[in-house]
């Protein structure tokens, strides 16, 4: 059974990111051949973003510029996309599980009385039914779910669902879609950020996260040179943010990001269950650590039982040689 599909791109500094890519390969699966229509917002400049769109498997895309799409708010966003699918009347919608994603998806189910599968990991159409796996319990456990009635309304968590490959000569229309937006009842003025430059953390296919065991603001010297001979980025532990040896912008787990990178490597974090939710699904799990029960071997794939200020420096060594 086919079905048109609407994947909400999201746009950061002018570029698509990642997610909206890997939104319309999921959108794929579950279109069963039916059209992709991608939908992007911002001030101006949207053009070649929606061509983007088209080049990683969008049938079109429609782009909406309005002042008042310069920032992201779940009020003006929401009234932009809403007369999108009010006019597309699409069978499902994808969008990343970001926090953009968190925060209108939500929104637009409510307006939409439709239900709402977040944080999906994987895709099988089933026979009519569309099948998303997420997990649950911090990661303990999946679970399979469909949405039986309305619009099928899915987040997907970033770097699990593969990007389809770019074909720069496909084409496809990009139309400007005029939209009402009323004024805003807030409106952002400036946007002060936090995070270090460089990789997005939560799209990183390779992380670095460093915990107390890296001893204070210093200690994380090697793990930035590490994260950039491997093209990755840096994250850390609550307990590293809460010592102030780094930014809580880059804590992962429970109350920070969850991250699902290809390779991810924990240098003197312990394991406690709250990082495990953000970090326990990633692809490969490398644990260094000088006390061979932490917690973290648990759920790695490979330990190292050591001191990372040894360790660290000379695994950059051996890749520098490669
Ligand atoms: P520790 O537990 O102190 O571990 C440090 C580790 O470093 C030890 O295992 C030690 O053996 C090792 N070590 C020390 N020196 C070295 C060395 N030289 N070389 C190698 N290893 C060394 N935590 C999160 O991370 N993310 C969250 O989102 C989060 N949310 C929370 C939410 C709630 C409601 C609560 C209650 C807690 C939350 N926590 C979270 C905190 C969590 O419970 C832990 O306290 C925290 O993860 C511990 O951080 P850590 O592993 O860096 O520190």
Redesign the pocket.
Known sequence: MSRKVLIIGEVRDNSLRNVTFEAISAAKSVSDGGELVGVICGENNLEPLGNEMIQYGADRAIIIQNDKLKAYSSEGYSQAIYQVIDEESPEAIIMGHTAIGKDLTPKLASRLETGLISDAIEIDVVGENVVFTRPIYSGKAFEKKIITDGIIFATIRPNNIPPLERDESRQGTVSNLDVEISDLQTVIKDIIRKTTEGIDLSEAKVVIAG???VKNKEGFKPLYELAEVLGGAVGA????CDADYCDYSL??????KVVTPDLYIAC???G?I??LA?MSNSKIIVA????PE?NIFNVADYGIVG???EVVPKLIEEIKQV
């Open positions: 915990g107390r065991g532990s609550r307990g590293a804590q992962i787990g429970q109350t920070g003197g974090i312990s406690a709250q990082h953000g260094i650590n000088k006390d932490a001191d990372l200020f």
